[in-house]
C-alpha cells in the first residue's frame, strides 16, 4: 500500500520560511517522480514544484521560482519542498505526489499516480 506522508507545515509570519517534507512506503521511491502541489478552498489545486527520479531535472511555478526549492533524498525515501520568503498567499494546504514515470508534464495534476493527504501552512501578514 502506497502511502505519503506530508509534515512540516504550520503558521509562520510573512518573510518568513518553512521545511516540508514527504516521507513515501510502499513504492521503489527512485524510481518515481515527485511533486508538489498547493490548494485552497473553492480553487484549483495548484503546481509549486517537481523533481525527476534522480533528482537531475526540477521544475518550478514561475511565482515560486527563487523562493522554493525541491529536493530529494532517495535514500530516506523521502522529498523536501524548502520555502522561503513567504506571502500571504502562499497560504494552503500543501500536497506532495507520485508519479511512476519520469515527470513529462509537471504541472498537471493527472500526471501522478498517488497523493499524500495535505499539510496545512499559513502564512500571516
Known amino acids: 500500500q502506497v502511502q505519503l506522508v506530508e509534515s512540516g507545515g504550520g503558521l509562520v509570519q510573512a518573510g518568513g520560511s518553512l521545511r516540508l517534507s514527504c516521507a513515501a512506503s510502499?513504492?521503489?521511491?527512485?524510481?518515481?517522480?515527485m511533486g508538489w502541489f498547493r490548494q485552497v478552498p473553492g480553487k484549483e489545486r495548484e503546481f509549486v514544484a517537481a523533481?525527476?527520479?534522480?533528482?537531475?531535472?526540477?521544475f518550478y511555478a514561475d511565482s515560486m521560482k527563487g523562493r522554493f526549492t525541491i529536493s530529494r533524498d532517495n535514500a530516506k525515501n523521502t522529498v523536501y519542498l524548502q520555502m522561503n520568503s513567504l506571502k500571504p498567499e502562499d497560504t494552503a494546504v500543501y500536497y506532495c505526489?507520485?508519479?511512476?514515470?519520469?515527470?513529462?508534464?509537471?504541472?498537471?495534476?493527472?500526471?501522478?499516480?498517488?497523493w499524500g493527504q495535505g499539510t496545512q501552512v499559513t502564512v500571516s501578514s
Open positions: 505526489a507520485a508519479d511512476r514515470l519520469d515527470v513529462e508534464f509537471p504541472g498537471r495534476p493527472d500526471e501522478y499516480d498517488y
Open positions: 510502499g513504492l521503489t521511491f527512485r524510481t518515481y517522480s
Open positions: 523533481i525527476s527520479w534522480s533528482g537531475s531535472r526540477r
